[in-house]
């Protein structure tokens, strides 16, 4: 009998986690939260639209296509779209944990659902992470995911001068996107030094030839760059933005190496917007839920087969580290086909492209870190929970009298991370300012370092020795996510409608 696999997550690590259970004879659920398979990285616009040419911003539009339509007309494959997975639930006597979710457009009457399968893949994706500095809450402010977004589905501009900062590849396709909209992009800032980026790029580059994709389309960043006359700054960052109501400038300071902005380089931009990304946090609600343990960097800890720590749950794509499309594709394969009861290990050439996208998120984390100096951009009067309006001098007064978990008294005292977004905003960034200013945190901030930590083991264990030159100095702390009974918003009726309509 064949294995039900379930899969939650319609990008490249879900889609390609789907096909390869179903080529290993396996039964596939595939969950996803959007109108069409794709994720962010394939987000297209709207069909409604009637747009000439939809697919004109982006990359990888045809394989998706073809992807979407082998796995909406298999047999052995049920695809779900506009599904909200609000709950996973685990059985006291283990197995696979059960799936709960929400069918239809949020808003509208929903139905419910739970599906229980052999095999769980999680596949849930990142978002983007920025780290407050004044006027960072001020209209005109996006992430680099947003302005992206608004640009490929519905050709909309964030504005019409843009400034681009943060770290990271990113910053270039949006850039691009931003561009091809017609947008003056002022410039993309890179916070990290380009000797340091340039130094985790260029050792032993054999390994990284099944990423030759990667190479292509940063020639092509490139060439859009020179065409549009985007300046590419490194050791730079947007350190403040200032404005009327709205963003009108954006001031932008030189960095050390620890991110630290140098006195005296300060310059002001004049812009109407700033698109800003300084990495990402996964988006690992689900895989909490279901148990799965994360690293100290707040990735999910996974093996050679991508297998959590959870039982019969997997873990694939930007979820247990940041690489991009072609290697959350690797990931969710590798993960589809143990999910399924394959041994993934036996395909040689699979094998060696999975071995090169975990090189490849490493040599990512290691040339785009975010640096420890980035908490010295905020004030005591900035923003840090944008939910709650909870400033900086709030929290460091909280943390000044409390007691026993600074980070929990902070939350009851202020509402910092218990807003609408749950924390997934503010999280990691209240955790990392609590590091660094209250004294209970010296302790916390040594165990999560990297080295030192588990995930250092961990990088050991994946990345032989001298593979990937390592930062000798730590990040930022990584906030420790509470485990939810909800993963999702869901209203009182719904929750009502689970005893009428006799479900636990």
Known sequence: MSRHVVVIGGGPAGTAAAESALRAGATVT????????????????PAA???????????????????????????????????????????????????????GVEGDPRTHRVIQGDALVLATGAYDRVCPFPGWDLPGVYTAGAAQTLAKTQRVLVGRSVLLSGTGPFLLPVAQSLAAGGAD??????????RRIARHWTTRPWQLRHSAGKAAELLEYITCGVRHRIPLR????????????????????????????????HTTVPVDAVAVSHGFTPQHELAVAA???????????????????????????????IGGSQVSAVEGAVAGLAAAGADPTMDRALRARHRTAEQFVARL?????????????????TVICRCEGTS??????????????????????????????QGR????????????????GAVDAQDRACPGSACETLHDQQYPAGAVERSATPGLAAATPAWRPLAAPVRLRELADLDSEGQP
């Not at 595939?30 to 616009?45: F, T, V």
């Not at 004109?56 to 992807?67: D, F, K, M, Q, T």
């Not at 905003?425 to 209970?440: G, K, M, W």
């Open 30 to 45: 595939l969950i996803d939260s959007n109108e069409a398979l794709g994720g962010q990285y394939n987000r297209r616009i």
């Open 49 to 103: 639209y009637e747009v000439r040419r939809p697919l004109s911003i982006g990359h990888g539009y045809a394989a998706a296509e073809r992807s979407a339509r082998l796995l909406s007309e298999h047999p052995r494959c049920e695809y779900l779209s506009w599904a909200t997975v609000y709950q996973i639930e685990r059985h006291l006597d283990g197995g696979c944990p059960a799936v709960r979710l929400l069918l």
């Open 185 to 194: 992009v002022a410039a993309v800032l890179e916070a990290n030094p380009g």
């Open 234 to 265: 490194t050791g730079r960052a947007i350190v403040a933005v200032a404005g009327d109501g709205r963003v009108e400038e954006a001031t932008v300071a030189r960095l050390d190496e620890n991110w630290t902005p140098i006195p005296g380089s």
């Open 291 to 321: 148990g799965a343990q994360l690293r100290a960097d707040g990735f999910v800890l996974v093996d050679g087969t991508q297998r959590t720590t959870a039982e019969s749950v997997w873990a694939a794509g930007e979820l247990t580290g």
């Open 365 to 381: 984390a290691a040339a785009h870190p975010i640096r420890p100096g980035v908490l010295t951009w905020s004030q005591p009067e």
């Open 392 to 421: 900086r001098g709030e929290l460091a007064s909280v943390w000044a009298h409390a007691t026993g978990d600074g980070y929990r008294s902070a939350k009851l005292a202020t509402r910092a991370g218990l807003g609408p977004c």
């Open 425 to 440: 905003i503010c999280a990691a960034n209240i955790e990392a300012l609590r590091v660094r200013e209250h004294a209970d």
